[in-house]
Structures are given as structure tokens and as C-alpha cells.
């Protein structure tokens, strides 16, 4: 069975990397995040097939499959982004089927989701620096967001690189609103050490039906009059290297 007819494409999905699938719900704009499965036992060997598993277990899968469910009827066209260090692939693709008992092997079922093989890629170059997710830390690395001198509540560190971080929070109409480029502040937590980190807001996304996820991009000239900070953050950093290095 082929992956997919792109080469690139067809080596992702053999690494079983994760996807975020976006499109429109009820009024909204709504990410799925999914998981690539490598092998499937499928009855047509020389067709593509890009099979993927849901990223998430509990509640949010139950809510992420109905909207995959709709998806999948209406055939909806989605943007579909693998990230990879410092870019990501994009391209527009479909859920053709969803196939809640779904043997990969003799031994393993998942509740698979199955995706149109694309086009065409597009490489988009978004980052200097290759993020890393902090759930990788066990806790040791956290943080707080906030902006209009207010912390927002609920909300949670997602990743983080020397340039940048992202955090997930409750969904809110005012910080969907918030224009690019709105100034920011963020504390990081790491080993009992505090970093005050200034920065600038780059996107906001709906990650599900009840969180946002807020990219930020960390000012230079104001972060980097604090060599104690930059250090601490380094630190951080090179922790989730060596993790991920090792899983």
C-alpha cells in the first residue's frame, strides 16, 4: 500500500507524525490535531491512503470525531499542516472516511480517519528556531500569558522555543479579537526560576470547540538586556532537546 504519491508526504506518515486538520464547524474555524498510522491492512494495495489516528483520548476525542463525522459527509476541503522543526508542509486535502474499528494489524484497532492523498505541497518557512512541546518536560517547564497587564486564566503553556511559544486557552470572543502585533508579556517557570518573557501576538486559532490556541513571537531587544532570562530559557530548551532526542 502506498502512503501517498509525494515522497515527502508518504515519509511523514511512515514516521506517524502528528497533523492539524482546520476548517469550518458550526460557524467556526476548527482544528483537529490527528496522528499518521504507518501501516494499515487496506484491500487496495496500490492506492494511496494516508490513515490517521486521533491525537487525543477522553472528552475532546468524543467532540473531535463528530466533527470529523461532518467533515467526512460533506466532504469538506480542509487545510491540513505537519509541522517539521523550523517549517511545515501545507495542503489541502478531504476526509474521505472515518472507520471506527479500524485493523492496522492482526493484533491493533484504532478509530481511524482517513484523508484524500493532495495535490501538491506547499513548504512554508515560519520559524528560526524549532519549537518543542512543553507536556515533554513532565511539568517542569510551565508558564502564564499576559496580556493588558491581566493574566488570562485557565491558560497554559503549549510549546516554546527560543523565539517563541504558543499557549492554549479557554475560549473567549476577546482574545479571539485581538489584532497581530498585540504586545504581550508571558511568565515561564522552569526549575523555580521565573522568566519574564515581552513579546507579540503572531496568530490566533481555534484549537477545539472550547480553547484557542495564541502564537507568540518573544522580542529581542527587550528579552536580551536580561542575560539571566536568555540563560534560563536556554536551559529550558536544551532540557526538551535531550528529551525528545531520547524518546
Known sequence: MSLSRHPTLAKL???????????????QTIEVTLKFVAEVQDPLPNTPALWCSFA????????EADIIACWAL?????????????SRIEFTTTVTERRKHLWINERVMIDGVRIADPARLTDVNLRTEPRYRT???AGGIYGTLIVNNKAIAGGSLWDISAGG???????????????????FECHI????????LK??????????TRTL??????????????????????SAIRQLESQKAAA
Open 165 to 183: 511559544a504558543s499557549f492554549l486557552v479557554p475560549m473567549d470572543r476577546t482574545l479571539m479579537g485581538l489584532p497581530k502585533g498585540q504586545p
Open 74 to 86: 460533506a466532504r469538506t476541503p480542509l487545510t491540513a499542516i505537519v509541522a517539521i522543526e523550523g
Open 13 to 27: 506518515a511512515a514516521a506517524k507524525v502528528l497533523l492539524t486538520l482546520t476548517g469550518p464547524y458550526n460557524g
Open 135 to 137: 507536556s515533554d518536560s
Open 189 to 196: 517557570i522552569f526549575r523555580g526560576q521565573k522568566l519574564l
Open 199 to 208: 513579546g507579540k501576538l503572531t496568530h490566533t486559532k481555534t484549537f477545539s
Open 213 to 234: 490556541r495564541l502564537g507568540l513571537k518573544f522580542a529581542k531587544g527587550a528579552n536580551e538586556t536580561a542575560p539571566a532570562m536568555v540563560a534560563a530559557l536556554t
Open 56 to 63: 487525543t483520548a477522553g472528552p475532546n476525542q468524543a467532540v
